[in-house]
């Protein structure tokens, strides 16, 4: 679909002069997001029955790469309506769920994933959010933190243990929820507690949301395909798609980073020569463009294996190595300018604050890699002290 990523390159150059003024400023880009919805790359995902593109992850994460490169605010908004929480309601949930998902993703809403919790992050099985049954709903009860575009979301995704009436427990699943206080829609026991101030991404809402007694309707339920007992591994299957997504906005950030300092090495002179006839400094822009060049291939590779999610190993190697060699690649491109780059007269400090996300947020660096540990070893490698528990498998 090479219009969809000529469309992605004339957006990312409209929004590339305002990155910083979001960043400063702290506000969520709401006309990047009219932007993004009237070019249909809000939700684009979303098969042509409901209204979406039918994209593939493919074309997806090209579209990605085109608009971190300019404002990783926005390539984040891109990945959370294609990927992740919407991908998994499109994939798992009924007609009546996707009826209600699809025509707020195309309209411009970026879906919240709620998972983690204060005392549980990388352990996510270990939630202890509730739902317990009560009659035709489920109750829900518990803390979830750092969920991204808390406060603006208006779909969301919450991970709770199901409980049925007589309380017993019947596993991990997610309850749609909406909120959307300036259309009347203020579900009572739903706060916003608060805000967290983050070092990177800063225009980007990462909210603590706590949840008293919320009552979710039976039919905002999604009933994964192995039932409640295997729902957090299948809802996982989904989620392997963000992870794809969110490499490739890190290596997005990273080829941004490197178009800078390729200019900047001709422009800049010192000893009366340009920084480009440094062979110091070229063999650091060498070895940026083979880690951004790995890194995209590795993330075509996952994307391309999609089916209909990307496979679980190939999306956990290409997000830890993209995410951690993005890092590298914005720290040494900023390296280049020196003082400059330090500065905000130049795009890398943001950069640089924004790409550091990307080994923690939805899966970190440490637990990808122990899942392709696994994966490579033929064995389980439980993280508890016991073994497996019941709530990790
Ligand atoms: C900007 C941002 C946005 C986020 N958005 C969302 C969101 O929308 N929804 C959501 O649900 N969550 C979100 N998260 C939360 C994110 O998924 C968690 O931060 C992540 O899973 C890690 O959990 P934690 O921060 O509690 O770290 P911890 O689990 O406490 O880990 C601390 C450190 O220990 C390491 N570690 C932990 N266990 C092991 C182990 N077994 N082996 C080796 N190392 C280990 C980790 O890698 C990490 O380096 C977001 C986080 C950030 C920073």
Redo the contacts with the bound molecule.
Sequence with gaps: MTDLIDTARALAERFAPRAREWDQTRSYCWPNVADLAQAGLMGMTIPKDWGGKGASYLDTVQVIEEIARACTLSARIVVEANMGAISAVMAYGTDAQRALAAPLVLAGDKP?????EPEA????TEMTTTARRKGDRYILNGI?H????GGVSKLHLVFARVFDESGSEEGITGFIVLRDPENGIDPKGFEVARLER?MG?CGMP?AELRFTDLEVPDDMVLRPPSGFRRGFADLMTAYNSQRVGAGTIAMGVAAGALEHAKRYLKERHQFGRPLAEFQGLQWMLADMDAGVHASRLLLHEAARSAAPFPDMFLAARAKAFASETAIKVVSDALQMFGARGYGDAEPLERMYRDVR?FT????????LK?QMAGHLLGMRVP?SRGGYSDRER
């Design positions: 919240a994933i709620c998972i983690t992050g990388s352990a996510a979830k750092w969920i991204t575009g983050t991404l990462e996300m923690i947020g939805g899966g970190t660096a440490q637990i122990t993280q």
